[in-house]
């Protein structure tokens, strides 16, 4: 992706964003009873950061910036830029650190592998200026340090040049019509977008990194939403069978405007193959030092070293889940390391602050928002029916009115009894809270029809 900012569409496209937000389908949603609320997973809220322009070795500024300037002129900011003296690599000894960094700290979310970076060359085939063996073990790292505690997605096949499927090599035309951030998905059909999806997918399919979701760079997509909803359903479907499909093609950094995952094209909630894709939102800028190494905004965006204000306090507070974006070129910065350094400081200051965080990836959000939106839940006397088109891990509802006794889930010939936590935060699958008025109940709920009964 380029500057964040341009997740609005480059400025030039934003006023028709809005619109295309808005015709998005959401689908089918089940009625919900008066009383039984789901809320955020363990009573806590999501957190995660969202890392864009990552890939194996390459250092995807330094190879896209040049091919930028060509598209967009001699007199664009590109053209400017002193990618000459940018490293070609961002050394795996990084990913490492990073990736270890984050797994003490219970860090989780996404990184992009860009599968044919900038078309440097293709990680399935060969990256030219390294050898074979460097670039298995750099996948080899990607898949043991960093899939545990994050989603691996494409951001489309090259991150520049549009590539001509039927060749495998980019088309001819350097134009913004030909580049991937820019004009190439505008009114491109369902199909043709889920074709190019899937390509990318394949790649990395073919290096053995499953994906259950995909990043758009730049503005692609911003003018086709409903395709891209579509196409990245079908796509993820068709090569990884992913259950839930998911994206990320937007961030709002300020304002009251919500950031909670929008759950879109839901169909089929009551048969054997419910569908639906989720469409997960970033809620900072990219403060972190910017993709082209722009000087960074800093940790008191994200949060004040007091912990009273910033955009990560402002949406936490609010309880929808507070997912940051940055850029990996701005995270390393040319060896500086400067958006890694602040990126610990705000992590510390939100774990000194919060203590009601939950770190998560995008694919558990988004199982999750399709939970809370299409389980269907319906009031019985003796507690709540629930009809889930998809199981979810960590499922959390308050009932109100008087329990008396604890909570018993039922599914098939499984029944389990729910034990009672006198703390909060002490919620995990398989316990109970007691409210003044209310119980919260978190469990993992399982696919199909079950009963929560006192």
Same mark, same amino acid.
């Given at each position: 992706?380029?500057?964040?900012?341009?997740?609005?569409?480059?400025?030039?496209?934003?006023?028709?964003?809005?619109?295309?937000?808005?015709?998005?389908?959401?689908?089918?949603?089940?009625?919900?009873?008066?009383?039984?609320?789901?809320?955020?997973?363990?009573?806590?809220?999501?957190?995660?950061?969202?890392?864009?322009?990552?890939?194996?070795?390459?250092?995807?500024?330094?190879?896209?910036?040049?091919?930028?300037?060509?598209?967009?002129?001699?007199?664009?900011?590109?053209?400017?830029?002193?990618?000459?003296?940018?490293?070609?690599?961002?050394?795996?000894?990084?990913?490492?650190?990073?990736?270890?960094?984050?797994?003490?700290?219970?860090?989780? *979310?996404?990184? /992009?592998?860009? =599968?044919?970076?900038?078309?440097?060359?293709? #990680? &399935?085939?060969?990256? %030219?200026?390294?050898?074979?063996?460097?670039?298995?073990?750099?996948?080899?790292?990607?898949?043991?340090?960093?899939?545990?505690?994050?989603?691996?997605?494409?951001?489309?096949?090259?991150?520049?040049?549009?590539?001509?499927?039927?060749?495998?090599?980019?088309?001819?035309?350097?134009?913004?019509?030909?580049?991937?951030?820019?004009?190439?998905?505008?009114?491109?059909?369902?199909?043709?977008?889920?074709?190019?999806?899937?390509?990318?997918?394949?790649?990395?399919?073919?290096?053995?990194?499953?994906?259950?979701?995909?990043?758009?760079?730049?503005?692609?997509?911003?003018?086709?939403?409903?395709?891209?909803?579509?196409?990245?359903?079908?796509?993820?479907?068709?090569?990884?069978?992913?259950?839930?499909?998911?994206?990320?093609?937007?961030?709002?950094?300020? *304002?009251?405007? /919500?950031?909670? =995952?929008?759950?879109?094209?839901?169909?089929? #909630? &009551?048969?054997?193959? %419910?569908?639906?894709?989720?469409?997960?939102?970033?809620?900072?800028?990219?403060?972190?030092?910017?993709?082209?190494?722009?000087?960074?905004?800093?940790?008191?965006?994200?949060?004040?070293?007091?912990?009273?204000?910033?955009?990560?306090?402002?949406?936490?507070?609010?309880?929808?889940?507070?997912?940051?974006?940055?850029?990996?070129?701005?995270?390393?910065?040319?060896?500086?390391?400067?958006?890694?350094?602040?990126?610990?400081?705000?992590?510390?200051?939100?774990?000194?602050?919060?203590?009601?965080?939950?770190?998560?990836?995008?694919?558990?959000?988004?199982?999750?928002?399709?939970?809370?939106?299409?389980?269907?839940?319906?009031?019985?006397?003796?507690?709540?029916?629930?009809?889930?088109?998809?199981?979810?891990?960590?499922?959390?509802?308050?009932?109100? *009115?008087?329990?008396?006794?604890? =909570?018993?889930?039922?599914?098939?010939?499984?029944?389990?009894?729910?034990?009672?936590?006198?703390?909060?935060?002490?919620?995990?699958?398989?316990?109970?809270?007691?409210?003044?008025?209310?119980?919260?109940?978190?469990?993992?709920?399982?696919?199909?029809?079950?009963?929560?009964?006192?």
């Amino acid at each position: 992706m380029i500057d964040s900012e341009r997740r609005d569409f480059l400025k030039m496209m934003a006023g028709g964003a809005i619109g295309h937000v808005l015709t998005q389908e959401a689908g089918q949603r089940p009625p919900r009873p008066d009383g039984v609320e789901v809320i955020n997973p363990r009573h806590r809220v999501p957190v995660g950061l969202i890392i864009d322009d990552s890939t194996c070795l390459v250092n995807l500024n330094r190879f896209a910036v040049p091919q930028f300037a060509q598209a967009l002129g001699p007199d664009s900011h590109h053209a400017k830029l002193p990618w000459r003296e940018w490293p070609v690599e961002i050394p795996d000894s990084f990913v490492r650190k990073f990736g270890e960094w984050c797994a003490e700290h219970g860090v989780k *979310g996404k990184y /992009s592998i860009v =599968p044919f970076p900038a078309c440097v060359g293709r #990680l &399935d085939r060969m990256l %030219p200026g390294w050898t074979q063996a460097e670039l298995k073990a750099s996948i080899d790292l990607v898949r043991n340090v960093m899939m545990p505690n994050w989603d691996i997605h494409p951001e489309m096949i090259t991150h520049t040049r549009v590539i001509d499927l039927k060749t495998g090599h980019p088309y001819q035309d350097f134009s913004l019509k030909y580049m991937e951030n820019w004009d190439w998905s505008v009114e491109r059909s369902a199909d043709e977008l889920a074709a190019y999806l899937g390509y990318a997918l394949r790649i990395l399919k073919e290096i053995g990194l499953p994906c259950e979701g995909i990043t758009t760079p730049g503005g692609f997509g911003t003018k086709a939403r409903p395709q891209l909803a579509q196409a990245t359903f079908e796509s993820v479907r068709d090569v990884f069978g992913a259950e839930i499909p998911h994206y990320f093609r937007d961030l709002y950094s300020e *304002g009251d405007r /919500s950031v909670a =995952p929008l759950v879109q094209n839901a169909s089929g #909630l &009551d048969g054997d193959d %419910p569908r639906c894709v989720v469409h997960t939102i970033g809620c900072t800028g990219d403060w972190t030092g910017g993709w082209d190494n722009t000087p960074p905004i800093g940790v008191d965006r994200f949060i004040t070293a007091d912990g009273s204000s910033g955009r990560m306090v402002d949406v936490i507070t609010r309880g929808e889940p507070a997912l940051m974006v940055c850029h990996w070129t701005g995270i390393y910065f040319n060896g500086q390391e400067t958006g890694f350094k602040i990126f610990q400081e705000v992590v510390r200051r939100l774990h000194a602050r919060f203590d009601n965080l939950h770190w998560m990836k995008l694919s558990e959000v988004s199982r999750y928002w399709a939970a809370k939106e299409l389980t269907r839940i319906e009031r019985a006397p003796d507690g709540v029916v629930l009809n889930a088109p998809f199981a979810c891990p960590e499922f959390t509802l308050r009932i109100r *009115g008087n329990i008396a006794a604890p =909570p018993v889930l039922r599914f098939r010939e499984t029944i389990s009894r729910l034990e009672e936590v006198t703390n909060v935060r002490r919620l995990r699958p398989g316990t109970w809270y007691r409210e003044k008025d209310a119980v919260v109940a978190c469990f993992a709920l399982p696919k199909g029809r079950s009963r929560l009964t006192a």
